[in-house]
């Protein structure tokens, strides 16, 4: 990395930082409602930066209102970006006051950018012989770069000096903006050259130079070893002037005129009072203090994460831990040094342990060395399988397993890790029962706070401990060529993989005192998620048996259905053209057929989404025939085409893997299939579920619970008449129908019902009037009617919605009835459709995320019975509301009677639990 010279001059791009800063931290507010996020992520920034490197001068740049003279060399400059949002332009004038209270110099100057100052006064300073530093993360800076200016970008942590920038762009300084010419800039809409991209522009810069060269010796371009090579030279030359506005365009000027010079940007003392009347203004509470105890700019480096807890979500500093070094991790080779650390981790409170693999697929990954970690900053990796030549001598799997199995398999050595149900699998692949495992930080994450962000341990340890970890691509590289970790060398894989383990149980060191506090998210965390992980290990390792004939067979039917439907679309759209270019269906349908676009994609063209294309349906033909063609595609390469593909080797069966940290409100999601996505109601989803089967002498068993989503509604809003119809056992959407429209039971109609089931569940997803016009095709006036008559016949529902409502701008997340929390960021924003939206997600995810903690509950008593009876069961699969089982013929009463008699008591609400049992030889006749 390139080196930083003492007391540089920091230059700060302050608009970078201000566009960053507000997408990348959550939309805070005070108790005013006043906006807050992106000043408390610029001031964090500036402050971590000010600490780490205290300089003696330094200056933020921020643009100015208005146009520049690269508007008026090409008017589309910028053009597509949208306007600057609201809940973020209030917040300027504000953090530029902070900024100066901070003792900081701020630059704003008309006419010009902030790239163009920045990149005027870095040149001043290093004519001198000053040595700069930028803060940024826009890439038209590295053309700034010398030997004497450096790069750092305050978010990843990353500093470019010259070599860095040739590794990067594959270019030097000198040549990037040759580079953005050529290849063009889409985030400022600079053209470049059509048909040049990356890869394109760094072989002509690479193979020639820059566009002065290029432009001199067109002739040689032709040689170059690209693809494209020969045609290249009248692409350029065709699009010559395009080129060199695009070079124009690119250049940050370094002459700007300015009224003070770099060694006038003295850095002064902070301004106590200024800065706690702001913090007191906009609520910035830790930092009041900081302010006060004189601790404002002498704390160590911190960097923002997302509290949790509090009764208003706001960021909190999380201190860089001073362990996190990787000065103390060992590489263990002999066996004596091996039983050495075994010691160590048998006598340590807490162990961090990871492994790593040659593939993700957990059935088919050989184990290629194992990682300890048994305090901050001491950590050990295991080789065990690197296969290079001229590897060190390792110890063999076997013997490394051998020494390490009382460890693994030990109860009484308590273990930390991140994603083990990954871990767990693993070792299932060598005999190895992993026990003792107490904690999982990606667990810990997505229970503190599920939509902070990702929960992989890069990211977690970005948020919490300020340190970069080693990425996996920085040692394995990209794409085609990437190598798997066996053919990593050990001096590259050991800190990589020591890393993960000490990262991971400092993770947890920040995040369990956190978790402690919170009496419904721990309980989640123990008693649901994680005695669900190992029962999900052994759910996915189960697999299930797939029919591939069956699969083949519809996948033919469907090609002749899909030739169809594009004869069809043809005949309707008067000539041929392809059904999967949106280009070319807007072309038809807002240009030939003169529809009216309904929305616009964030580039400006009409959009033809799904959403669009199903209320342009119920006017037009052509969009319904388009809707059919895409949902059929969707199934034949998803399921019907790849399903047979994806049956493992090893077992003969498909294994999906469950991931417990991804969905906001605590329903798990499945890839490689995803299960999730298979279609319910139609008949199309049905013959998917045909091929999955059971084995000779076993049946398909399917559980699923019945509308439990409304019985949720019920408790929680403690309406008498859905308590009561529930209680009685009543059909719930004809006893709505029948309640809405005044009629008796009897009387309701088919039509009535289905009205009726539309509103029961569009409540819980918060569907609008005009949402069930549309889906009802009904004027929104009547529509309107429907709702007013729910409410006044259920009028506990109205009061838990606005109850609700209330609960969320107060204390900013919503509970589940285990405790499991939903954050709501938006709750308090001043962009009325971001508010809506977390409005309507306070509304439905105590009842999801109820469901959830139902479905999670009952897998668990379910496996736990398992376990202690080992009947002819295994439990193949989770899908939605359902548990899907294999169960030998002679065991289906015991096993379907106990299966019910567990799911259905595994919560009490005040209204009782349904679930339905059914089986045949493959899911769908199980349904």
Not at 51 to 80: C, I, W
Not at 700 to 726: C, K, N
């Amino acid at each position: 990395m390139a080196q930083i010279a003492d007391n540089p001059l920091i230059l700060v791009d302050g608009s970078s930082y201000l566009y960053r800063a507000y997408h990348a931290f959550p939309p805070l507010t005070n108790s005013a409602g006043e906006p807050t996020g992106a000043m408390y992520g610029v001031l964090n920034m500036l402050r971590s930066l000010l600490m780490q490197f205290n300089p003696s001068h330094a200056a933020v740049v921020f643009d100015a209102k208005g146009k520049t003279f690269r508007d008026e060399l090409f008017e589309n400059y910028k053009s597509h970006r949208p306007p600057m949002p609201d809940d973020l332009r209030v917040q300027i004038a504000p953090l530029h006051e902070m900024v100066r209270a901070m003792g900081l110099p701020l630059l704003v100057i008309p006419g010009v950018e902030a790239d163009d100052v920045i990149g005027t006064l870095a040149k001043q300073a290093n004519d001198a012989g000053q040595p700069v530093l930028i803060s940024t993360g826009d890439k038209d800076m590295a053309q700034l770069v010398t030997p004497g200016v450096t790069l750092i970008n305050t978010m990843t942590n990353t500093v470019l000096g010259p070599e860095e920038v040739q590794q990067k762009y594959g270019v030097p300084p000198e040549l990037i903006i040759d580079f953005l010419a050529l290849m063009g800039d889409s985030s400022d809409n600079i053209p470049g050259v059509p048909g040049v991209g990356e890869k394109t522009a760094q072989a002509l810069i690479q193979g020639l130079g820059g566009l002065s060269t290029l432009y001199a010796h067109p002739e040689k371009i032709a040689g170059l070893s690209f693809r494209g090579a020969k045609t290249m030279a009248d692409k350029l030359e065709n699009n010559k002037e395009m080129a060199w506005l695009s070079y124009k365009l690119a250049t940050i000027k370094t002459d700007v005129e300015l009224e003070l010079s770099y060694k006038e940007l003295d850095v002064k003392p902070p301004e106590n009072d200024a800065l706690l009347s702001l913090f007191s203004q906009y609520e910035f509470k830790r930092w009041i203090s900081d302010v006060e105890n004189g601790k404002w700019l002498k704390a160590k480096g911190a960097k923002p994460v997302q509290a949790v807890g509090n009764t208003q979500v706001e960021a909190v500093e999380a201190e860089a831990a001073p362990a996190l070094s990787r000065d103390n991790y060992v590489t263990v080779l002999d066996e004596a040094t091996l039983l050495t650390w075994i010691n160590k981790i048998q006598a340590a409170p807490l162990v961090a342990f990871d492994t790593e693999t040659d593939s993700l697929d957990n059935i088919l990954a050989n184990l290629v060395g194992l990682s300890f970690a048994t305090e901050p900053g001491q950590a050990i990796y295991i080789p065990v399988a690197h296969d290079y030549l001229d590897a060190p001598e390792q110890i063999s799997r076997e013997r490394a397993l051998e020494l390490l199995r009382p460890v693994l398999e030990s109860d009484d050595v308590r273990k930390v890790g991140q994603n083990l149900k990954f871990d767990r699998g693993i070792l299932q692949n060598y005999g190895i029962e992993l026990a003792g495992v107490e904690f999982d930080t990606m667990l810990e994450s997505y229970i503190l706070d599920s939509v902070a962000g990702r929960h992989d341990m890069d990211s977690l340890s970005a948020r919490w401990l300020n340190h970069k970890t080693i990425t996996f691509e920085e040692i394995a590289g990209k794409g085609k060529k990437q190598l798997t970790f066996n053919q990593i060398d050990i001096e590259t894989a050991g800190p990589y993989a020591a890393e993960d383990a000490d990262v991971t149980l400092q993770l947890h060191l920040k995040m369990w005192p956190k978790l402690q506090q919170l009496e419904g998210p721990l309980n989640v965390f123990r008693e649901i998620e994680m005695p669900l992980m190992p029962v999900l290990s052994r759910i996915e390792r189960n697999g299930v048996k797939i029919d591939p004939a069956v699969l083949h067979q519809h996948s033919g039917e469907l090609t002749t259905r899909l030739a169809e439907l594009e004869l069809k679309a043809h005949e309707l759209a008067g000539e041929p053209f392809n059904l999967s270019s949106p280009k070319q269906l807007q072309t038809i349908l807002f240009e030939k057929q003169g529809i009216k676009p309904l929305k616009k994609t964030p580039g400006g063209a009409p959009s033809t989404s799904e959403e669009v294309l199903e209320e342009l349906a119920l006017d037009y033909p052509l969009p319904k025939v388009i809707l059919e063609y895409r949902g059929l595609a969707k199934l034949k390469s998803t399921y019907t085409d790849k399903l047979p593909l994806m049956i493992n080797p090893k077992t003969g069966r498909v294994h999906t893997s469950y991931h417990q940290a991804v969905t906001a409100t605590g329903r798990l999601s499945s890839t490689d299939p995803n299960l999730q996505n298979i279609p319910v109601r139609n008949d199309e989803g049905r013959r998917i579920r045909q091929a999955f089967i059971a084995p000779d002498d076993y049946l398909i068993v399917s559980a699923d619970y019945s509308q439990i989503e409304l019985r949720i509604m019920a408790h929680l809003s403690q309406d008498a008449g859905l308590l009561a119809a529930f209680a009685e056992g009543k059909d719930i959407h004809r006893a709505t129908a029948a309640e809405v429209f005044g009629l008796t039971l009897d009387e309701v109609t088919t039509e009535q019902r289905r009205s009726a089931k539309a509103i029961n569940f569009g409540l819980i997803y918060g569907m609008s009037a005009f949402g069930l016009s549309r889906q009802l095709n009904i004027p929104r006036k009547e529509a309107q009617r429907y709702m007013d008559l729910y409410f006044e016949r259920y009028p506990g529902v109205l009061h838990y919605m606005e109850r609700t409502r209330v609960q969320a701008k107060e204390q900013g997340y919503v509970e589940t009835l285990e405790g499991r929390r939903l954050y709501l960021p938006d709750i308090k924003s001043s962009n009325a459709a971001r508010r809506a939206g977390a409005e309507r997600a306070a509304i439905n995810a105590p009842m999801q995320g109820t469901a959830a903690d139902i479905i999670k509950k009952a897998m668990i008593a379910v496996d736990c019975w398992l376990q202690a009876e080992q009947p002819p069961v295994k439990m193949i699969m989770q899908v939605h509301d359902e548990l899907v089982f294999e169960v030998r013929k002679d065991s289906l009463d015991l096993v379907a009677k106990k299966v019910h008699e567990l799911m259905e008591n595994c919560m009490k609400l005040d209204v009782p639990l349904l679930v339905e049992v059914g089986s045949g030889s493959d899911w769908d006749k199980a349904h």
